[in-house]
C-alpha cells in the first residue's frame, strides 16, 4: 500500500486495515513456521505497510505535516 493510499483514507478505516495486516502477518508468520510459504518476501511487505499506517496514524495524533485526525 502507497503512502498516499494510506493518507487518503479515514482513521476508521485504517483502525481496520491495520487489524487485517496484523491477523494476515501473524497467519504467513504460523505458516512459515509449520511450512515453506510460496513468497517470503509478503511478510516483509506486509510489516512495512503495517508500519505506514501506524506512522500516518501517528503523524495524525500529533499534529505533525498538517495532518488531522479524520
Known sequence: MKTEEVRSKTDSE???ELG???HK???LRFKA???SIAD???IKKIRRSIA???TILN???TGIRGQEPR
Open 14 to 16: 485504517l483502525e481496520f
Open 20 to 22: 487485517q495486516m496484523s
Open 25 to 27: 502477518l501473524f497467519e
Open 33 to 35: 513456521g509449520i511450512e
Open 40 to 42: 517470503p518476501s509478503e
Open 52 to 54: 505506514r499506517i501506524r
Open 59 to 61: 503523524e495524525r495524533a
